[in-house]
């Protein structure tokens, strides 16, 4: 209002809407094919001039009022254009492959690997490829097992290792019956996966308190049954197992136990390791050697095996072990184990209280005993310095002596050739170029 003060006002008359007026055709011509719209003026503008003309517009500013005349018809301004993003990498590289290819140049497809044909697996087929199987004596037996298997011999003769009390062959109740008996060497060796062979003889005792033979234990319900096994290792799944298995046997053993290993590994829970102990104990049958983790790794650390597995161990094992061993490799080696683990004290004082003290006491450092660690925990570092030194081997000295007593008995002493192996030693007497005797000691 401050603005316009003064000033006269326009006229707005022309502008006025008459329905009965013919539309403009200025504003609605569809001659060129395209809609005109009047423009917009800024806020404040208003053109005056001749009602025929058309007048272009000059920029106003805000506020400024033109006069002219009332009929005089303003030229709208183009509409602007609406303001479009230039299209993306992605999208320019989308739209030229929608288009279609040009002769020159064809079109690029992805490479497709072929299909592979399909082929049904056969039972007992693999993807990988299987090594043949080692057969029995196909090996040739490491240089010095047999001298270390007279080691550990001597080494567990006192038969004082858990295995020797808790084993599967000690625990089961030889006054029930053959039939009772057989199965509980099976349940003892059940239990006895990843659990210490004490605590299978306390669950064993304490099945054998609740009636452990195949009838009772299929009547006994899981919940009791597990409350009964709960201190071994997995025993929810040997719950589990133990049920299974109890009735398997009463369906089709006439709730006996199947009398072949390969027969028990058809059980659930029951494995090689166990199938071939249990054919051993009971049927004094050996077709396998079972083998537990302790002989794995022991057999792996003398490098008589080279393997990832017990399974390959055992199958190794068998590759070169006479047969006459098989029965008794498992409680004899099984026992060293659990003593150089174990009872490391026992172990050093047998080792050194053996005939062969400085060859026991490598042997049972080889498999795991800190020497120096454990004979100063025990005080045996005298003992055990002095066996390694040679000063307490009874071996060497005996044969020292029967050699002296040899030498004086043959004569003359030029004609006497020893051959030393260990301590083992041979002295052959020359009698002539063509006849030779020998001795060993």
Known sequence: DKKLSGRPLPDFSAFAFDPAAPADESATSTSTGKKRTRSASKKGDVDDGAADAVAKPSPAKKGDVDDGAADTVAKPSPAKKAKTKSPTKATAIATATAKSPSPSKAPRTPKRSPKKAFTKKTPGSSARKRTPKIEPGSLTPPQDWEDIWSLVVELRQDRSAPVDTDGGHELPQ????????????LVALMLSSQTKDAVVGNTMRSLQEHGLDVENIHATSAEDLNALINKVGFHNNKTKYLKQTCEILLEKYDGDIPPTAAAMMELPGVGPKMAYIVESVVFQTCTGIGVDTHMHRMFNVLQWVNSKTPEK???????????????????????????????KEKSIKKAIASSRPADSLRLIRKLGVDLTKEGKRYGLEEEIKAALNGENDKSSQLTDCICISVRNALTPTSNLKAHSHKNATMYMYVDSPQTTSGLVL
């Open 313 to 343: 161990t055992r199958e190794q094992l068998e590759g070169w072990l006479p047969r006459d061993n098989w029965p008794v490799v498992n409680v004899l080696w099984v026992g060293i184990g659990q003593e150089t683990q174990q009872q």
């Open 174 to 185: 030889r006054d029930r019956g053959e039939k009772v008996y057989r199965f509980q060497v």
